[in-house]
């Protein structure tokens, strides 16, 4: 569950910034990578928050509703994410589904292994330079063995105006 929370910030993370990146009339394109860690690990909501690599510098902020399971292979879940750039913010919504699992070295702490997601999003909103921003993305991330990070590779489009 924890890794399911870091995976859904990093979802989050990487679709602001992209956003930010461009802010300009017509359709621009989405390509990040993002870092995402947990600041409230544990529980039902959980939040994530990190920083995005790419086209745009920005902070973002994801909450995470676990939907079914319980961090196995399926597991799902529903984020929130705002993404704040100098430029102004972005915010929507995705899900994410667990696609693989590894238990690691140490089988009897969850902690010790991996996790892969993947999912997909809306851009619903946008302030400043990103005012009315409508958009999607599709990502793919993984938590790597050991680690309490989420790596996130996102792509999509999104409009303003």
Same mark, same amino acid.
């Given at each position: 569950? *924890? *890794?399911?929370?870091?995976? @859904?910030?990093?979802? !989050? @993370?990487?679709?602001?910034p992209a956003v930010?990146? &461009?802010? *300009? #009339? !017509?359709?621009?394109?989405l390509t990040e990578s993002l870092t995402l +860690?947990?600041? #409230?690990? %544990? !529980? #039902?909501? $959980?939040?994530q928050a990190g920083s995005a690599n790419g086209s745009l510098n920005g902070a973002a902020l994801v909450k995470a509703t676990p939907v079914s399971g319980t961090g196995e292979v399926g597991t799902k879940a529903r984020f929130t994410f $705002?993404? /704040? $750039?100098?430029?102004?913010?972005?915010? =929507? +919504? =995705?899900?994410?589904?667990?696609? #693989?699992?590894?238990? =690691?070295?140490?089988?009897?702490?969850?902690?010790? =292994?991996s996790e892969?997601?993947? !999912? +997909?999003g809306k851009i619903a909103s946008g302030t400043g330079a990103y005012k009315g921003a409508k %958009?999607? /993305?599709t990502y793919t991330g993984t +938590?790597?063995? %050991?680690?309490?990070?989420?790596?996130? &590779?996102?792509?999509g489009s999104y409009r303003t105006g």
């Open positions: 569950m *924890r *890794r399911l929370s870091v995976l @859904l910030i990093v979802l !989050g @993370l990487c679709v602001l930010s990146a &461009q802010g *300009r #009339a !017509g359709t621009n394109k +860690s947990s600041i #409230a690990p %544990g !529980g #039902a909501p $959980t939040l $705002t993404l /704040f $750039t100098t430029k102004g913010s972005i915010s =929507g +919504s =995705g899900d994410l589904t667990i696609t #693989a699992t590894d238990p =690691g070295p140490d089988p009897a702490n969850p902690s010790s =292994g892969n997601v993947a !999912g +997909s %958009g999607s /993305f +938590s790597p063995n %050991g680690q309490t990070y989420l790596l996130i &590779q996102l792509k």
